[in-house]
C-alpha cells in the first residue's frame, strides 16, 4: 500500500470521529491491504474511497469499535443498500464473516448492562427452540441481537432497534416475525414459571393438609381409647380440653414442618 493511501484512511478514520481508537488504522490498513491482494479484489464495484471506509467499518467491527453508518454513507458515492451489498462481498472477499456474539454487540452499542441478562435469555430460547424446531443456526447473528433487544425491554433500557436490526442481517418484516417468535417464547416460558410455582404451592398445600388429617385421625383414635379405657370420672379430661389440646399438638407439627423446609 502506497504511502497516499494510507494517508487516505487516517483522514478517513478522522472524519469518522474514530481516531482515538489508534489501533483502527493498523487493522484497516491491513484489511485493504490484503483486498488488493486477492484476485477478486480489484474487480468489486466500488470506488477507492468506498473500499477505503469499508474496509473501515470491518475493521471496526473485528475490534469491537462503534461505528456510525450515517457518517460513512455521507463519506461514500454510493446509496445505502450498495453500502451493504459492497460490505458483504467485501467480507467473503477477506473470509472475515465474524460471528457476532451478545458481547460484541453489547461493546459496540454500549449496552453492557444488559449482557448477563441478554445471555442467560438466549441459552434459555435455545432450549426453547430446540424443542420445537431441529438443526437451528445459532450462528446467525439475528439470534444474539434480538436476546440484547429483548434483554434491554425487559431491564428497562431503551433498545437501539434501528442499529440491531442492521447488526441482524435480517430485513424489517423478517425482524417483525422474529419478535413474535420471541414473543411466544418468552410468554410460554413465563406461563411454565407460573404454574410451577402453582404446583408447589399446591404440594405444600396439601402436604399441612395432611399433617392436619393425621392429627384429627389422630385424636378420633384416642377418643375410641379414651372411651374404651375410661374407668373413673376422676379420671376422664373434659372433651372440649381435649379437643384444644389436639389441635394445638397438630398445628404445632404442622408449624414444625414448615420451619424445617
Known sequence: MSGEENKTVTEMINKLGLSEHEQLLPKATELLRLLQLKPTGSTVNLGAYDKVVICIDLAANL???????????KLCSIKKSAYANGKRTLEKILDISKVI????ICVQLGLNQVQKEALTMLENYRCYAGTVQSNVDFSHPQYATMAVFQACKKMKVKPPKVKLVKLSHLKPTQWAMMEKTW????????QHSASATTSKIDEETESHR?????GMEEATADTRTIGVKRSSPEKTEPYENWKKRMLEKAFRELKALQQGR
Not at 475490534?63 to 454513507?73: Q, S, T
Open 101 to 104: 456474539g451478545i458481547n460484541e
Open 63 to 73: 475490534l469491537g469499535v462503534p461505528f456510525d453508518n450515517e457518517i460513512a454513507l
Open 210 to 214: 395432611s399433617v392436619v388429617r393425621e
Open 183 to 190: 414473543y411466544n417464547f418468552l410468554t410460554q416460558t413465563k
